[in-house]
């Protein structure tokens, strides 16, 4: 009678039924589960150890990490509290917050998938061929070397992950976002990186604090969302752009997952592929294209990838060169 009032104490914790609702689609790792939860990261570690006290969490060593996952008793047949917590995780009617867990989770398998060479593990568990270094990132630089020395706006940069990637290819880059915090971090980033063709400058997209058509391209990586006016918002990112330049978009495609607001501030709940081509078009920009950029079956998010070509003017800017030399001091404005 003790075991099972401490047992049911146990699982009266909101926070820890959620813990066990995701080990029960995979492993993770503290740092995994801090994201999908949205919860500090002491929080996450000491209900995983009660729940490893109780016997319903183990966990293993892979690498560097720890990983926990369901122990093996706590789904064993006979085991009477398991059938009763399933039924209750596969409620299809489940709260916004759950729904919120399976995005992000969604979105951490994603990141383990694109980031082959640091998960996969010695053997070939799903039958896929090994290939020892592959990533995503690698190949982004080497598409890199396909492109001419390009000076480019990233529009609403974050904490900068993009952009020292793109200043691995570009001759310079201009980082502009609006929180002074986020910025910081960014440059904090590119100096850990040592990527000193970055300059850094405060400002909201809407009113982007760059001479009119002073870079070649434009580029809003996870930005649009968070606008209050897309449309002005595109227009202000075609009018920084040289005549013969590039504005790319990466965004999420039109989704109904309405907590995003609450949790990360998005305005727009994504864009219908033909409403992106129209703000694009509206914005003056030409051969408008619109593609799926990443998509997987059971995830409530679909990316999309936009771009359009600023047309030439009447005056005399200066169309893309590759003559400029490179500016390679990075400075905050």
């Not at 319903?56 to 917590?85: I, K, M």
């Not at 070397?145 to 974050?158: N, Q, S």
């Not at 880059?173 to 440059?187: C, E, Q, T």
């Amino acid at each position: 009678m003790k075991e099972a009032s401490a047992l049911f104490r146990l699982l009266g914790d909101e926070a820890r039924l959620r813990l066990l609702r995701v080990l029960a689609r995979d492993r993770f790792n503290v740092t995994e589960l801090t994201g999908i939860l949205g919860l500090a990261q002491s929080g996450v570690s000491r209900h995983l150890g009660l729940l490893k006290d109780a016997g319903l969490v183990s966990e293993e060593r892979d690498g560097a990490f720890s990983y926990y996952r369901l122990a093996p008793r706590t789904r064993e047949e006979g085991n009477g509290l398991w059938p009763l917590l399933e039924s209750q995780f596969a409620d299809p009617h489940a709260a916004p917050e759950l729904r919120a867990d399976d995005a992000r989770l969604q979105e951490v398998l994603r990141v383990r998938r694109e980031n082959f060479d640091q998960h996969a593990g010695p053997d070939t568990r799903d039958g896929r061929q090994l290939v020892p270094g592959r990533s995503w990132a690698a190949w982004a630089r080497a598409l890199g070397h396909l492109l001419p020395p390009v000076e480019v706006v990233d529009v609403g940069c974050g904490e900068g992950y993009l952009t020292v990637e793109v200043a691995r290819w570009a001759r310079r880059v201009i980082a502009v976002d609006r929180s002074p915090a986020v910025l910081a971090r960014a440059k904090a980033l590119a100096g850990r990186r040592r990527a000193t063709n970055i300059t850094f400058k405060r400002g909201d997209i809407d009113r982007l604090p760059l001479e009119t058509a002073s870079m070649d391209v434009a580029l809003l990586s996870q930005a649009l969302h968070h606008s209050v006016d897309p449309s002005r918002t595109i227009a202000e990112a075609s009018r920084v752009v040289r005549p013969g330049g590039k504005v790319l978009v990466l965004d999420l495609r039109e989704h109904a997952e309405t907590w995003v607001r609450e949790k990360l501030g998005d305005r727009q709940l994504g864009f219908a592929d033909d409403d992106l081509e129209r703000l694009l078009g509206k914005a003056g920009l030409a051969d408008v294209k619109v593609t799926v950029g990443s998509r997987r079956s059971g995830d409530p998010f679909t990316v999309l990838v936009a771009s359009g070509t600023r047309g030439q003017t009447r005056d005399r800017t200066r169309t893309i060169t590759t003559q400029r030399r490179p500016s390679r001091a990075a400075a905050t404005d």
